[in-house]
């Protein structure tokens, strides 16, 4: 029995692992590298599994560095199925079909530009034919129950408490007369964040053997949400004064929800005057509709929100924005707005427009609210470059930049000690091993250490590629 990292290991993106036993082979997530210049590459390798040999698939939550290749496995031969959560299953479909026509039309532009430099053009790393082949290959589990997957491998996910849908997975395996459990954090959530529950702590039927657990703020901590809060709202009042623009890049699923319930909130508190709310983003506006159907993921104040007829995202002041002409359009309107788009980390989508017309502007604001991956325009902004490079063309960064760390879908250093805390052996057993995935070097090393300080225990920090024995 053994697992095997084949991706975000060492960095933040391209979530991917193989458990293979004499009996069976299942892969947890396959998702797309995301950030820097080499990602298109790596996303394009050949898989270091064969496809068709997998028995099942397993996604942990529809975020594109987790799911972002799977419709890859279809079209290479994989005819099993794809697990994951009820709401997982759901927004995925959104998802892929969205990543699937941007990179349709990356390729689309890419053609006469290839044909100048005398190349072959980008070709997609999937179709949306391709998408909706791989779909009915997907399989809703239900949290907190156990599911055979494979011969030997049984799954039981629990709420991780990051996006809408979002599991840690215990899974048990069973191989010649032996069993293991092993645990794979998925993306892990803050706690006392309004909408989604906060994470269940790892606390399996069996010790586990092995636990894949996420480091990516394993360096630090958010600054508490009250004061992300208060730093949110008196740049509006700043943003109201002068008449001017606040850009939030913001995930479709989690970011921009949360952004809004707290624009909501602060609009009905009649702190502010009101002033148009730009959700400039089809795809956000998709994956709200799913919160109302997957109400049992909710948190006990937002299902309350839903239940009532009210939705949590009945904002005063609210417009969204649909086509590409009406998004535009944003931007020849005078006068303070705030403008939620993705992608989250500017690496594409609307907000790339909105930035190109306004990161020149002194008076114009840039929310960052959620990770930045090494290598995108958002990781450039939080760095505070003075130029970034947009369209091709260099760009002078006079925007006011605010990192407003409150508001991440990742659980910060405090909160993933206390989830590993739970692995913590009772009576004189020895700890499981532990694996540190998802985080840049500095990050998960810095967790590592804490780990040792506090428990004694030396957390491994596998490289791509790497495979761990059970
Ligand atoms: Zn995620």
Redesign the pocket.
């Known amino acids: 029995m053994n697992v095997t990292f084949l991706g975000a290991s060492g960095e933040v993106t391209g979530s991917c692992y193989l458990i293979e036993t004499s009996r069976a082979k299942v892969l947890i997530d396959f998702g797309q590298h995301q950030g820097e210049r080499s990602s298109r590459e790596k996303n394009a390798l050949p898989t270091p599994f064969k496809p068709a040999e997998l028995d099942a698939v397993v996604a942990t939550?529809a975020?594109i560095d987790?799911i972002g290749l799977m419709p890859r496995l279809t079209r290479d031969g994989f005819r099993g199925q794809v697990y994951a959560t009820p709401a997982t299953v759901d927004l995925t479909e959104i998802m892929l079909k969205d990543a699937a026509k941007l990179q349709q039309a990356d390729a689309f532009r890419d053609q006469r530009k290839a044909a100048r430099q005398g190349r072959d053009p980008i070709t997609p790393l999937f179709t949306e034919e391709d998408v909706n082949a791989f779909l009915p290959h997907m399989k809703k589990i239900p949290v907190g129950q156990w599911h055979d997957v494979a011969k030997g491998i049984r799954v039981r996910p629990f709420d991780s408490g990051?996006?809408l849908g979002s599991a840690s997975l215990e899974i048990q395996i069973s191989d010649r007369g032996e069993t293991r459990t092993v645990v794979f954090s998925g993306?892990i959530g803050p706690s006392n964040i309004p909408l989604l529950h906060d994470p269940t702590p790892p606390i399996t039927e069996q010790p586990a053997s092995l636990v894949v657990m996420e480091s990516t703020y394993g360096d630090r901590d958010h600054r508490p949400i009250q004061e992300t809060l208060s730093e949110a709202e008196s740049i509006l009042h700043e943003a109201i004064w002068t008449k001017s623009k606040v850009l939030i890049p913001a995930f479709a699923v989690g970011r921009s929800q949360l952004v809004l319930y707290y624009l909501a909130r602060l609009a009905r508190s009649g702190r502010v005057p009101q002033f148009p709310i730009y959700l400039d983003s089809p795809m956000a506006m998709a994956a709200m509709k799913l919160y109302a159907k997957h109400i049992s993921s909710l948190d006990a104040q937002a299902r309350e929100i839903v239940t009532s007829g009210d939705s949590c995202f009945n904002i005063p002041g609210l417009i969204c924005t649909e086509s590409a002409e009406e998004s535009k359009a944003i931007n020849d309107r005078e006068g303070t707005a705030v403008i939620i788009a993705g992608s989250g980390m500017c690496n594409g989508g609307r907000i790339v427009h909105h930035l190109k017309h306004n990161i020149w502007k002194r008076d114009c604001h840039i929310l960052i609210a959620g990770f930045m991956a090494a290598g995108t325009i958002g990781r450039q902004l939080v760095e505070r470059r003075e130029t970034v490079r947009i369209f091709g063309e260099e760009m002078i960064v006079r925007a006011k930049v605010h990192t407003l760390g409150g508001l991440s879908a990742h659980a910060g250093r405090t909160d993933l000690l206390r989830w590993a805390e739970h692995l913590a052996p009772a009576n004189g057993q020895p700890w499981p091993r532990i694996a540190l995935t998802h985080g840049e070097d500095a990050s998960r090393d810095s967790l590592a250490a804490e780990m040792h300080r506090r428990w004694g225990i030396v957390p491994a920090c596998p490289k791509e590629g790497d495979r761990f024995t059970l």
Request: hydrophobic share 15%; proline share 0%; charged share 15%.
């Open positions: 939550h975020h987790h990051h996006i993306d």
